[in-house]
């Protein structure tokens, strides 16, 4: 039997310079889907319930946008890095980031 789960798709796009060419206007769009299924659960057992999945899935992907403007790259910025520099930058953005419009602005 195929059972199908209820997917919640969400995204968080930004709008960014890049800190290596310099090229403005560069745009990116982070996306994460979650479904609704029963593994998917609470500390407590729980299955998540839609909107909880939906909401959770949004905050994932805001924070890999917020985490992504720490360290702004364009695709072909990105693509020209070395595997070890590009492992430096994803360390680099791990940080907790709570405002990714103030962490574009530092730089
Ligand atoms: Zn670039």
Redesign the pocket.
């Given at each position: 039997m195929l059972v199908t789960f209820p997917a919640y798709g969400r995204s968080a796009a930004c709008t960014f310079k890049?800190?290596?060419?310099?090229?403005d206007k560069?745009k990116r769009t982070f996306r994460v889907e979650m479904t609704v299924n029963p593994y998917n659960t609470n500390p407590d057992g729980t299955m998540k319930q839609a909107a909880q999945v939906s909401q959770e899935a949004q905050a994932d992907a805001n924070r890999q946008r917020d985490q992504f403007l720490v360290y702004p790259?364009?695709?072909?910025?990105?693509d020209?890095r070395s595997w070890s520099e590009m492992k430096a930058i994803h360390e680099r953005r791990k940080v907790p980031v709570t405002n990714g419009v103030r962490a574009l602005e530092e730089k």
């Amino acid at each position: 039997m195929l059972v199908t789960f209820p997917a919640y798709g969400r995204s968080a796009a930004c709008t960014f310079k890049c800190l290596a060419c310099q090229k403005d206007k560069r745009k990116r769009t982070f996306r994460v889907e979650m479904t609704v299924n029963p593994y998917n659960t609470n500390p407590d057992g729980t299955m998540k319930q839609a909107a909880q999945v939906s909401q959770e899935a949004q905050a994932d992907a805001n924070r890999q946008r917020d985490q992504f403007l720490v360290y702004p790259l364009c695709k072909a910025c990105e693509d020209a890095r070395s595997w070890s520099e590009m492992k430096a930058i994803h360390e680099r953005r791990k940080v907790p980031v709570t405002n990714g419009v103030r962490a574009l602005e530092e730089k």
